[in-house]
């Protein structure tokens, strides 16, 4: 048995995780497949990170060699977008700065068809604000690494409702710090802390 994509991420063996990805490309294999690999280490890459096996250091090496195979991949996805489902407005809130699970959840969405508005990280209360009233997207997501962003994500969706945006507006929460408590006290509609569950939760809300 040869080493898996996963295996390799955790390895930090960007040769072959450079190399898989791309001949399994023009070999014709989905790009999604090779996604939920690549989101299969970073999920073992975090749970080294939490069990102290790996450090920071390790956190960031893994991080950069998955945007350097998400960079060989995107381009292939947008070939699969044939049209728009919707339009999501995303970010991480003010005071966190992580945005692997961001990105990763954005991919997949505009591979999906829809139409991504990534605000970045550490986005403050009123750009969020101003980012719905401007895109009038289906959907507002929040990607949150740390429990101190609970507290602006309330606000933005308690801001909404003041202005009278938040009925046509499905609000989802996702991040390794959420869980059905943080969505009922944010006001959310929907939770995740996987990327692709978080794009059927999305798919759902521009069903009929």
């Known amino acids: 048995?040869?080493?898996?994509?996963?295996?390799?991420?955790?390895?930090?063996?960007?040769?072959?995780v450079l190399g898989e990805v791309t001949n399994r490309l023009n070999n014709g294999e989905e790009p999604i497949q090779l996604i939920r690999e690549l989101q299969d280490g970073m999920g073992l890459i975090g749970e080294r990170f939490e069990s102290g096996d790996y450090f920071l250091s390790?956190?960031?090496?893994?991080?950069?060699?998955?945007?350097r195979a998400m960079?060989?991949?995107?381009?292939?996805l947008e070939d699969t977008a044939l049209e728009t489902i919707g339009k999501i407005v995303i970010g991480t809130p003010k005071g966190d700065i992580h945005d692997i699970g961001k990105n990763i959840f954005c991919t997949v969405a505009k591979a999906a068809g829809f139409e991504v508005h990534d605000l970045g990280?550490?986005?403050?209360v009123e750009r969020f604000l101003e980012a719905v009233e401007e895109v009038k997207p289906q959907i507002l997501g929040f990607s949150a690494l740390i429990t101190t962003t609970f507290?602006?994500?309330?606000?933005?969706?308690?801001?909404?409702?003041e202005k009278g945006l938040r009925e046509n507006l499905k609000v989802i929460v996702g991040g390794g710090v959420t869980n059905e408590t943080v969505k009922r006290h944010v006001g959310a509609d929907g939770q995740t802390t996987d990327a692709l569950a978080g794009l059927n939760q999305c798919k759902k809300f521009v069903s009929l």
């Open 71 to 76: 960079e060989v991949l995107e381009p292939k």
């Open 58 to 67: 390790e956190l960031l090496m893994s991080a950069d060699l998955f945007t």
């Open 1 to 16: 048995m040869g080493k898996s994509i996963a295996q390799a991420l955790v390895d930090f063996d960007e040769d072959f």
């Open 121 to 124: 990280v550490d986005v403050p």
């Open 151 to 161: 507290k602006p994500m309330k606000e933005v969706v308690d801001l909404l409702v």
